[in-house]
């Protein structure tokens, strides 16, 4: 199917501009092939028969059957982001969709999560804090989305993180990992033809889609069921979204701040981020996709040496920001050094 789209004379195109990192028309609204991809084998898995599913639908608890929400999400965002593709939604119409999608799947679902470690917050303060959060955060990948496989290369070290980081993930059973498994294979033909110099982009279609994913899916854990190796009830915390990808948060809120002192529209698009300002030096694109990649798994390697000393949530985050954002100002200051030279 990719194949098709990409070679045919239909389609939707994103025309590049002086804030584009590509130089030719190029297709876009992937999304809206490997997402329906995604969806049906999903479905054929769930539905599938015992042995190859789930066992019995008798055994299914309130927080597997709520993984239909989930493809619900998933499915209205990349509808949402494909009639961004082609129209442009006004930011404010798009931004009260978003939180109206969101705050009805945290409705139906009442996740039960923790906040720097602090479990007793009223079910609507979560709820009403979350639906702004996880909006950021799914608008925060789509900003992202600027590059060849940078969101794709993200998402891959996001899967390994919550696996070898002892983060408390949906697992009944193994679940989590099993949907990233069938994410990443239903992008197949995508990741294909989006490898620098890339013929598709993922497009709004694809980018929001992913983003509601592997934000809402963590959302799903069920605390009373889930413990650490030494049967201790665990929560997903706020702080652990940050492990998923550092460097997405850090180079996004970095830039939007530096915007906001500007007085520049927050919601414009630019070329800002300093993965898109390292692919102006001699790194170039391929060379920025590893950089990123790299300071990502570094980041991972060192989380995954603080949970084994086990010194605690909120020092672990403390030492990682700080990390991550040293990290980043030595890419930043040799960039630019690089952009003046």
Request: charged share 10%.
């Amino acid at each position: 199917m990719h194949s098709i789209y990409v070679h045919s004379r239909f389609g939707v195109k994103d025309v590049p501009n002086e804030r584009s990192l590509h130089d030719t028309v190029t297709k876009k609204s992937g999304g809206m092939f490997f997402i329906p991809v995604f969806l049906i084998s999903t479905l054929l898995y769930l539905t599938g028969p015992v042995g190859f599913g789930f066992p019995n639908p008798e055994t299914l608890t309130n927080q597997v059957s709520n993984v239909y929400l989930l493809l619900a999400g998933v499915f209205v965002f990349s509808i949402l982001g494909f009639i961004d593709d082609l129209i442009h939604l006004s930011p404010k119409l798009r931004l009260f969709l978003e939180l109206g999608i969101v705050w009805l799947c945290l409705w139906v679902t009442t996740p039960n999560i923790s906040f720097m470690t602090y479990t007793e917050i009223p079910s609507y303060a979560i709820i009403l804090f979350l639906t702004v959060f996880l909006v950021f955060g799914i608008n925060l990948v789509n900003f992202m989305d600027g590059m060849d496989w940078y969101l794709v290369s993200t998402f891959f070290i996001c899967f390994f993180s919550v696996g070898l980081c002892d983060l408390p993930f949906y697992t009944f059973p193994n679940l989590g990992y099993i949907l990233y498994a069938i994410l990443f294979v239903s992008m197949f033909g995508f990741i294909f033809y989006n490898f620098p110099k890339a013929k598709l982009f993922m497009g709004d279609s694809g980018s929001l889609a992913l983003g509601f994913f592997v934000f809402f899916l963590p959302l799903l854990s069920n605390p009373l069921t889930e413990g650490s190796n030494r049967g201790q009830v665990v929560r997903w915390d706020v702080l652990d979204y940050f492990y998923l990808f550092p460097f997405f948060w850090i180079d996004g809120i970095t830039i939007l701040l530096k915007r906001l002192s500007e007085k520049k529209h927050l919601f414009q698009a630019h070329r800002e981020h300093l993965y898109q300002t390292l692919t102006e030096t001699n790194v170039g694109k391929v060379g920025s996709l590893v950089v990123f990649s790299l300071l990502n798994g570094l980041v991972l390697g060192i989380h995954i040496l603080l949970v084994q000393w086990e010194i605690g949530k909120l020092l672990t985050f403390t030492i990682l920001f700080l990390i991550s954002l040293l990290l980043y100002g030595i890419v930043w200051v040799w960039t630019s050094r690089k952009n003046l030279a």
